[in-house]
């Protein structure tokens, strides 16, 4: 017993992976995996034979992530894929997202919860458009901590001239991003293993951690916001039952801070106040709640409450604002951005309508340049834009708070999410 709740307890690693095409992000993905005993006997049995197949010189780890049968007959990643495995030191969620550059918004999904995130770059070619684009995203995206992976050290006879041309062109590119809080290099050949889960024997020259290691020991504490308590309304729980009769409560998943019963809370955008009269977490009573845990609230007052509505405490509130300027991910193969266009925002538990005021730039995701002459999104662009909504949003700015930052963009005619947002 004492063993699983000591599991569940470990701590949590969200990371995604990025990189260019054949970078090797599924290969590195299935030698973590591999080499730290998170595979089955029948997963690498299977494994062996489609490697076989398929003609493989080596056992192909990539086919462990690589889950749709497309993307293992075509030996290409097109989907995000979440893998979990943990050590006994940290537990891990990771996401292999596609290195396709028309596959951006499948790494902007994929990323938007990662406290890191690994980019390989291929040794032999250095820091490419791809790479930038991916730190672009990854600093957009307020990712605190980036691990640049040189991979396919071993194409290279494991030179550390490869592996110091990569680091100086990558910290030229990085000085220009603004977010970036943390990068860490780590030469290594997911092929054959090196640096990966064990430290390499072919590269006496470096003497950091293996990238197993750094995941293990990197500080992720400081992630969730437990300062500003927000709590965004997702339901409103009525039991038609006689035992329960009177109860009313409050569902929804704490999106930052901390709240205890007997603290003083407003909600938005009523203006109301009361006080939390309790607490619950799956049917238990519990002395406080703090992001991201799911619970139910239940207020000393009956004040008028609803779906989309947000709890704050009293002493440290939101913005309410309908005038929203955001940096936005475009999504859509079909429709361009444009001035004066309708959408519907969804944000937190809340949707309203909203109509785009105005276009301010794109970015050009090799140079950080502004571009303010061609103002047409097309399928992956990314910019800023200023929007007015049918109703007042009660958020906080992406920098303060992850949840409270973001939203999605719909077309109303099709229903297709046609961008992502975060609030500047």
């Known amino acids: 017993m004492s063993d699983t709740t000591g599991y569940l307890d470990m701590d949590l690693l969200r990371l995604t992976t990025a990189g260019?095409?054949?970078?090797?992000?599924?290969?590195?993905?299935g030698r973590l995996l591999y080499d730290s005993k998170n595979t089955f006997d029948d997963q690498m049995e299977a494994v062996e034979l489609s490697s076989t197949k398929r003609g493989d010189e080596h056992i192909n780890l990539a086919l462990l992530t690589d889950g749709l049968?497309?993307?293992r007959e075509q030996g290409i990643t097109i989907d995000v894929a979440y893998r979990y495995f943990a050590t006994p030191k940290r537990k891990f969620i990771v996401s292999d997202t596609p290195g396709h550059i028309?596959?951006?918004?499948?790494?902007?999904?994929?990323?938007?919860t990662a406290n890191l995130a690994i980019i390989l770059v291929d040794a032999r070619h250095g820091v490419i458009e791809q790479t930038m684009r991916h730190a672009f995203i990854a600093s957009l995206l307020r990712i605190q901590h980036i691990v640049i992976?040189?991979?396919k050290m071993d194409l290279v006879d494991y030179a550390e001239k490869a592996y110091n041309k990569v680091v100086e062109d990558f910290k030229q590119f990085a000085s220009r991003l603004e977010n970036v809080v943390d990068v860490s290099f780590i030469p290594i050949s997911a092929l054959k293993g090196d640096n990966v889960v064990d430290q390499s024997t072919n590269m006496d020259w470096y003497h950091g951690s293996t990238l197993l290691y750094h995941l293990e020991t990197v500080y992720v504490g400081n992630q969730e916001n437990h300062v500003?308590?927000?709590?965004?309304?997702?339901?409103?729980?009525?039991?038609q039952s006689d035992e329960f009769h009177d109860f009313r409560g409050f569902a929804g998943r704490v999106a930052g801070g901390v709240f205890k019963p007997g603290d003083e809370i407003i909600v938005h955008?009523?203006?109301f106040t009361t006080k939390i009269k309790k607490i619950y977490s799956a049917d238990k009573n519990i002395d406080k709640a703090f992001s991201p845990l799911s619970v139910t609230i239940t207020t000393e007052d009956e004040i008028d409450i609803s779906r989309g509505n947000m709890i704050s405490k009293t002493n440290n509130l939101p913005?309410?604002?309908?005038d929203i300027e955001a940096m936005i991910c475009w999504f859509s193969e079909t429709s361009k951005l444009a001035n004066r266009a309708k959408y519907i925002i969804r944000h937190t538990s809340n949707e309203a309508r909203a109509v785009v005021k105005e276009v301010k730039y794109k970015v050009n995701i090799n140079t950080l340049h502004k571009v303010e002459d061609d103002k047409d999104f097309k399928l992956n662009d990314i910019g800023k834009i200023t929007l007015r909504t049918s109703a007042p949003l009660i958020y906080d700015s992406y920098r303060k708070n992850r949840s409270t930052g973001s939203f999605i963009l719909i077309d109303p005619q099709t229903n297709e999410t046609i961008a992502a947002g975060m609030i500047v």
Do not use: H
């Not at 028309?102 to 938007?112: C, D, H, K, L, P």
């Not at 500003?228 to 039991?239: D, G, L, N, T």
């Not at 913005?319 to 309908?322: D, R, S, T």
């Open 20 to 29: 260019s095409v054949d970078d090797g992000k599924s290969t590195l993905i």
């Open 69 to 71: 049968k497309a993307e």
């Open 102 to 112: 028309q596959y951006t918004r499948n790494m902007v999904t994929g990323a938007s």
């Open 149 to 151: 992976c040189v991979n």
């Open 228 to 239: 500003e308590a927000r709590f965004p309304v997702q339901w409103v729980i009525r039991p």
């Open 269 to 271: 955008p009523s203006g």
């Open 319 to 322: 913005k309410v604002n309908q």
